[in-house]
């Protein structure tokens, strides 16, 4: 029984839906790793749908009053989880830190003055960060100040963007205080000067533009249809638009590289892992790049950065194993056919890998006999 509680994974049984983006995943790497927690993403909403994410650009999906705007087909009943929270059932994101959480709701919507809504929709988009239904000081202090900014008459919607473009500069909103200018856009008030700390708050859009998850999914749509021009149009918009998510970045690279403008390519996935060091997939394609312009240590160091930032990604191991083996560096390439097969041995490639390792074996043997 202890053993078939060990094997359920943190999403077994839940059939997942994800509204708008997750910051820095592409949709293939959710997919496979919602499987691995024993659960299945949707790919569109359903009845069937028994947890839903909320991506951090689901902010265009809050009501004033804190309601999140559902589409009709998921069931009424299912569950909301923030990104974080996602990321924390994948084992992509840290687990919560260890601070002093002894607040409850009802102590902090009486010192905020904001409505259990709301502080339900502040956590939801990760603004405050309760376990187990308590909050920290940190997030009294920052309920508070979207209190103060929804007393000024400034919607929901807009304090959690701005708080979540402080939240990918390495800050909260407990940390800044933030006025409005007469124009109507937030800043963030230092030492009495005001600093622009979201592109996306203060990009001019007209009232047709299009929010990054339309240009996103009509990109993606493109992708599929094979125009690639269009698809490389409404990447690129996003990627202005959008000036951290390491995800159009990187489809603008792949973009590129179906036309054959490798050095285009190169430099959407360099973005790609600026923005996100842990990116696997921008790695990878930089790897095999370096290795058909025949940079084979570039293309080894590549690989290991993939592979290192994604440990169970078997074609990272796969390729690097190649090479290493290729160059006869027999006792390296064995450590990563074997990391391959241990998340890859039903693939059409485990008979290739394990071939590899009796070779390498028959080598590293052939060296130590020499050697005396």
Same mark, same amino acid.
């Given at each position: ?220 749509? +493109? /992708? !599929? ?5 269009? %698809?490389?149009? =409404? *990447?690129?918009? $996003?990627?202005? @638009?959008? #000036? &951290? ?44 790049? +370096? /290795? !058909? ?5 570039? %293309?080894?160091? =590549? *690989?290991?950065? $993939?592979?290192? @930032?994604? #440990? &169970? ?44 390792? +009796? ?14």
């Amino acid at each position: 029984m202890a053993e078939d509680e060990q094997a359920k994974g943190p999403l077994t049984g839940q059939v997942l839906y994800i509204l708008g983006r997750v910051q820095g995943v592409t949709r293939r790497r959710l997919d496979q790793l919602a499987q691995r927690a024993g659960g299945k993403l949707a790919a569109k909403p359903s009845a069937k749908v028994t947890l839903i994410a909320l991506g951090h650009s689901a902010i265009t999906n809050v009501l004033p009053d804190g309601r999140i705007r559902l589409p009709s087909t998921l069931p009424a009943d299912a569950p909301l989880i923030s990104e974080l929270d996602l990321k924390r059932r994948l084992g992509i994101a840290a687990p919560p830190p260890d601070i002093g959480r002894t607040l409850t709701s009802r102590e902090i919507e009486r010192v905020a003055a904001i409505s259990p809504r709301l502080i339900a929709c502040l956590s939801l988009f990760d603004i405050l960060e309760p376990v187990d239904e308590q909050f920290s000081y940190g997030d009294l202090v920052a309920a508070r100040e979207a209190g103060r900014l929804l007393a000024r008459g400034i919607d929901i919607a807009r304090i959690l963007d701005a708080a979540l473009g402080l939240r990918r500069r390495g800050t909260t909103l407990a940390d800044a205080r933030l006025v409005e200018s007469p124009n109507g856009q937030l800043f963030r008030e230092i030492e009495g000067k005001l600093a622009e700390f979201n592109g996306q708050l203060t990009m001019p859009m007209d009232e047709q533009a299009q929010t990054v998850d339309e240009l996103l999914l009509e990109a993606e749509g +493109a /992708e !599929e249809a094979g125009d690639l021009a269009v %698809a490389e149009r =409404l *990447y690129s918009t $996003a990627l202005r @638009a959008d #000036p &951290d998510d390491p995800v159009l970045a990187f489809n603008l690279g792949n973009i590129f590289d179906a036309q054959g403008r490798t050095a285009e390519a190169k430099i959407g996935w360099q973005i790609a892992v600026a923005r996100d060091p842990a990116f696997a997939d921008a790695w990878y394609n930089l790897a095999m790049a +370096a /290795e !058909e312009e025949k940079q084979i240590d570039l %293309a080894i160091a =590549l *690989y290991r950065r $993939a592979a290192n @930032a994604q #440990p &169970d990604y078997g074609s990272a191991h796969y390729n690097l194993a190649m090479l290493l083996t290729s160059l006869e560096r027999c006792a390296e390439a064995i450590t990563h056919w074997e990391r391959f097969l241990a998340v890859e041995q039903n693939s059409r490639q485990a008979v290739t890998a394990r071939r590899a390792i +009796a070779l390498c074996r028959m080598h590293l043997q052939r060296e130590r006999v020499k050697a005396g």
